[in-house]
């Protein structure tokens, strides 16, 4: 279980400087924490890129969301300009140096 110092310091390797990482408390009858992580934008605006029931959770859903951002990007890309030559199909790289 990651803990808060972990969860910064990772958002940090992703997002740099700008990384934020918070903890929502719930406003009903719920028990459940919720965990944000992303970045913040001029200061003023908090862009979450994951939420979850842990700080595990939320860099997973960041994850998600960054591969299909990537994907939803390539499809976009090889329709309208094609594949480079002599490249059948490009996929998106699994590893990525941010996501870890």
């Not at 700008?18 to 924490?33: D, H, K, N, Q, Y």
């Not at 200061?43 to 859903?61: H, I, K, P, R, T």
């Not at 090889?78 to 990525?96: F, L, M, N, W």
Request: glycine share 8%; hydrophobic share 35%; proline share 4%.
């Amino acid at each position: 279980m990651m803990t808060r110092k972990q969860a910064l310091a990772k958002a940090q390797k992703r997002w740099g400087k700008t990384a934020c990482i918070e903890v929502i408390r719930p406003r009903s009858g719920s028990l459940r924490l919720s965990h944000s992580v992303g970045w913040v934008a001029l200061g003023l605006f908090y862009n979450v890129e994951g939420e979850g029931d842990s700080w595990d959770a939320a860099f997973a859903q960041a994850t998600e969301k960054r591969m299909r951002q990537r994907s939803d990007f390539i499809s976009s890309w090889t329709k309208t300009h094609g594949s480079p030559p002599g490249v059948d199909k490009i996929v998106p790289e699994k590893e990525d140096k941010y996501l870890s």
